[in-house]
């Protein structure tokens, strides 16, 4: 309660200190979440540092990604219009969307237009959403409360619509797990990014400052790959629910919980540092119960704390892996040198994604001095990432796509064998 403060007040009553912090008695609201009996309180007070956790701003984030994402705009009008802007000003980033060339699920609000409208009869009927912007910008909190309790009372009526009057008719179902059964292509970005936001600020938030105990200058320096960079990632190589993703040095688990959400993969991280390895831990526990609430489900995700070079486990997996991913921006040569020889192991078509190639020169030409070398089994596309794709600073910078191809290897192999096989007859 020390580092937040009051946002909200009492406008009828300048004495009322009832949205101020304090130990026990604070300010709350709640949100109701897509899916059954899935409900959280939210504290209405904000940081004074603005770069900690709001949870303001994360219910009024959670609450149109809802509405806009899970109904039709008959629907939504039932709880009012979007402002021009469609968020507040925020006080910590939200990611944007990858580039237009990656092929994302678009919004599903459109495709369940079957779905039932809770009947209206007032034609005076408040409108919701700016009511609660208004009380945003007034910090009127009685009438951000009182709009809340009518947003959430909403949200029930198409959450547990009413009985029939037919005692033999079937009981209607949820409207939002409707229509998250629509949604054929995907889960909607906006909801991808909301169980991604609301995970990471209540599971690894209030220990980031444990995650800068490393070595200066040493493998173990910790750093993220943001969720447009994850997404655009995923796109490119084409996971899907058949995969099998690898993260080697997956931190506090981002990418494959990202991963087994986006695509419906199988994933596998390991981390050697003890701090993220526990925080992953912890946040994929986090991560299910978010994927619950919002009524969307997951594919398998697996962690180890442990060494990659000496996992038994990644021994194992690597040969069955479609993606492996290597966030090695700051790995010693050593480690990539000997990191180089496990890809050996990938079956064909596998793809290595690194921050760093594996390569000693992209788009080297294989010659007799080369053609033993491991790397020549791959073929390397360098990508750019954009400002905001990763942790470590604001700028853009370049990944790289390491796909295996030992069918073109073995071409090239071939005819030097055979040239080196008529130098020796020749010399004879």
């Known amino acids: 309660m020390r580092t937040y403060k009051g946002y909200f007040k009492n ?3 300048p004495e009322d200190t009832s949205f101020e912090p304090h130990p026990t008695n604070y300010p709350v609201t709640k949100l109701e979440y897509p899916n059954n009996d899935a409900c959280e309180s939210f504290i209405l007070l904000t940081p004074k540092d603005k770069n900690h956790y709001d949870p303001i701003m994360c ?67 408040p ?20 709009t809340m309790t009518d947003i959430n009372h909403l949200l029930r009526t198409l959450k547990y619509p009413p ?32 169980i991604i936001d609301e995970t990471y600020q209540r599971s690894v938030g209030p220990h980031v400052h444990t995650l800068n105990r490393y070595s200066a200058f040493s493998s173990e320096v910790y750093g993220e790959l943001m969720p447009s960079l994850t997404s655009e990632i995923i796109s490119l190589t084409g996971i899907n629910t058949n995969s099998l993703l690898i993260d080697l040095g997956s931190g506090v688990g981002n990418v494959v919980m990202q991963a087994s959400l986006q695509s419906g993969c199988r994933s596998f991280g390991i981390e050697l540092m003890q701090a993220p390895a526990k925080i992953a831990k912890e946040q994929l526990q986090q991560f299910k119960t978010r994927c619950r609430m919002w009524g969307v489900s997951m594919g398998e995700v697996e962690l180890e704390e442990g060494d990659m070079l000496t996992s038994a486990r990644v021994t194992e997996l ?26 050996l192991d990938l079956k064909e078509g596998a793809i290595v994604v690194s921050l760093k190639p594996f390569v000693s020169s992209l788009n080297a030409r294989v010659t007799e001095r080369n053609v033993d070398d ?17 942790s470590w600073g604001s700028n853009s910078g370049c990944y790289y796509l390491h796909r295996v191809d030992r069918a073109g290897y073995a071409g090239i192999r071939q005819r030097f064998e055979e040239s080196r096989a008529r130098s020796s007859r020749s010399r004879r």
């Open 59 to 125: 219910l009024e984030l959670s609450l149109h990604a809802i509405i806009k994402s899970y109904l039709t705009p008959a629907q939504q009008s039932l709880f009012g219009t979007f402002p021009d802007a469609m968020f507040s000003d925020t006080s910590s980033p939200t990611p944007s969307p990858p580039s237009s060339s990656i092929d994302l699920p678009q919004d599903a609000s459109t495709e369940n237009s079957t779905l039932p409208v809770p009947p209206v009869t007032d034609s005076d009927r």
């Open 318 to 343: 690597l040969p069955q892996a479609d993606v492996v991913l290597v966030n090695n921006k700051v790995f010693l040569q050593s480690l990539n040198e000997a990191l180089r020889p496990r890809f």
């Open 374 to 390: 491991i790397s020549a089994i791959f073929e390397v596309v360098e990508r750019q990432y954009r400002s905001g794709g990763v």
């Open 163 to 194: 009985l029939p009057t037919d005692p033999f008719a079937s009981s209607p179902n949820n409207i939002f797990r409707e229509t998250v059964k629509t949604w054929t292509s995907g889960i909607p970005y906006d909801v991808l990014t909301r």
């Open 127 to 146: 409108d919701h959403l700016k009511l609660f912007q208004r009380a945003l910008r007034r910090r009127d909190g009685l009438l951000f409360q009182k």
């Open 11 to 13: 406008l009828d009553d």
